[in-house]
């Protein structure tokens, strides 16, 4: 689960990454308004947190530049108390939630799990599964019925990806945006590496899925012909 945490007090922002780390979620901090809408617009992350004053764009901007490119990652805004105004300014521009600093934690994380909810992001039990095949998303643990196996956050995150879209096609652009984030340079052949290893754990397991190439564009799972 991938969070852009845009927010420019650094002892807050710090702190909050800190609690969300905890809870498995993957957090890119950004302190800058500007830098904040480039990420947001260039990357896909599953929720955004976003400050109401931030140096170089507001909050309330940010968020109207991306309803207006039709990019409707849910939104939870961070207000302070005394700024009533900025909460319906917020929910006039598309946010979906609000939080008054001060906040506490556990307040803060039942927030994001509705949100995440709300858009069929958020994961009950900590498994999903495919075929014969599950993955625990807490233990980083693939099983089916004859073996078990531990796989890494990184393979943990492309299966969660693929598990989550079965039907689907991920191009590589989609795989390098949600397992390494979309500002690291990877090789295609690296990707292609990274696959087969996970492919080997899928054998070693007696899966009856596989991850099939999809020729020049990704990869897709698919029940394996027996
Ligand atoms: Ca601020």
New binding site residues.
């Given amino acids: 689960m991938k969070l852009l945490l845009i927010?420019?007090?650094v002892s807050l922002s710090d702190a909050l990454v800190d609690i969300l780390k905890k809870e498995k979620y993957q957090v890119t901090p950004i302190y800058d308004g500007e830098e904040g809408l480039y990420y947001a617009v260039s990357n896909s992350y599953d929720l955004i947190i976003l400050?109401?004053?931030?140096p170089h764009l507001d909050g309330i901007s940010i968020l109207k530049e991306l309803r207006k490119q039709k990019i409707d990652t849910p939104v939870l805004m961070l207000t302070a108390l005394s700024q009533e105004d900025d909460i319906v300014k917020g929910f006039n521009a598309g946010a979906d939630d609000y939080l008054s600093k001060p906040f506490s934690t556990a307040e803060l994380l039942a927030r994001i799990k509705a949100l995440l909810k709300r858009t069929g992001q958020y994961i009950y039990d900590d498994t999903l599964s495919y075929g014969n095949v599950t993955l625990n998303l807490k233990s980083y643990v693939l099983s089916t019925p004859y073996n078990s196996i531990k796989v890494s956050a990184k393979e943990c995150e492309l299966l969660r990806f693929l598990f989550s879209n079965p039907s689907f096609v991920a191009t590589r652009d989609d795989l390098i945006n949600k397992v390494w984030g979309f500002d690291t340079e990877i090789e295609s052949n690296s990707i292609e590496v990274f696959i087969s290893f996970v492919r080997k754990k899928m054998n070693f397991i007696k899966a009856d899925i596989a991850i099939v190439t999809v020729r020049g564009v990704g990869y897709r799972l698919e029940h394996k012909n027996v």
Avoid: C, H, K
Avoid at 51 to 54: H, S
């Fill in positions: 927010e420019d007090e400050d109401v004053m931030l």
